[in-house]
């Protein structure tokens, strides 16, 4: 679902959900993954509340959610 525009070559931003270092970075206010609370990892804030993916691209399973958590 994230890899076609944050894969090996990001398409959009520099986000590649391949690249554990820049995730779990504190590039932004809050790392993208957060290893010591997964829950609260923007990432996942971000699936949940229906930013990612955008524009109407097919959205994870409840089920992939939960995994991811």
Do not use: Q, W
Not at 4 to 11: F, N, T, V
Not at 28 to 42: G, M
Request: hydrophobic share 35%.
């Amino acid at each position: 679902f994230c890899g076609d525009c944050h894969g090996d070559r990001p398409r959009r931003g520099d986000v590649s959900v391949l690249d554990h270092a820049k995730l779990a970075a504190d590039a932004y206010p809050l790392p993208l993954v957060n290893p010591a609370d997964p829950p609260r990892s923007v990432l996942l804030e971000l699936i949940r509340d229906g930013s990612m993916p955008p524009g109407g691209r097919p959205r994870p399973a409840a089920a992939d959610v939960k995994l991811l958590t």
